[in-house]
């Protein structure tokens, strides 16, 4: 979970949390892009476009609450090399994991609005993993009691 800032309530702690997610799935998915190879390029184009997308909305919802999101950084550390589409493929379902637990922080701690779009996001990026890994192998994704 998020550790607000002063003055921060939990819901913006988990959205600024969100937005930094989805900076970082957006470079992530820059080199899966290139990795990926011609049966994964569809997904990988539409994985960038909608994490493009909801970094951009969610970055305007913090704004509207009074809480700039950071800017991303230029560059992000990788777990591991991506030198073919298998790498790529296992470098995008940790992407959609560790944002399916971000949006499950999200969810825990916004109400209303906020909560559907944590909730929608969460579903997003669950089916997404599980089409990188070709099916569902783990239940409850973002479950940190199931890693």
Known sequence: MST???GEDAAT???RAAV???HAAVYAYGVVGARAGAAAADLASTGYA???ARRDRLAAELAERGAPPELPRPAY???SPVTGPA???RLAALVEDRLCTAYGDLV???EGRLRR???DALQDCAVRAALWRGGPVRPFPGDPARR
């Open 87 to 89: 790498a790529a493929a």
């Open 117 to 119: 779009i944590g909730a």
């Open 50 to 52: 909608a994490h493009s």
């Open 108 to 110: 825990a701690a916004a």
């Open 77 to 79: 550390a990788l777990p």
């Open 13 to 15: 702690a988990a959205l």
């Open 20 to 22: 930094a997610g989805e």
């Open 4 to 6: 607000p800032r002063p």
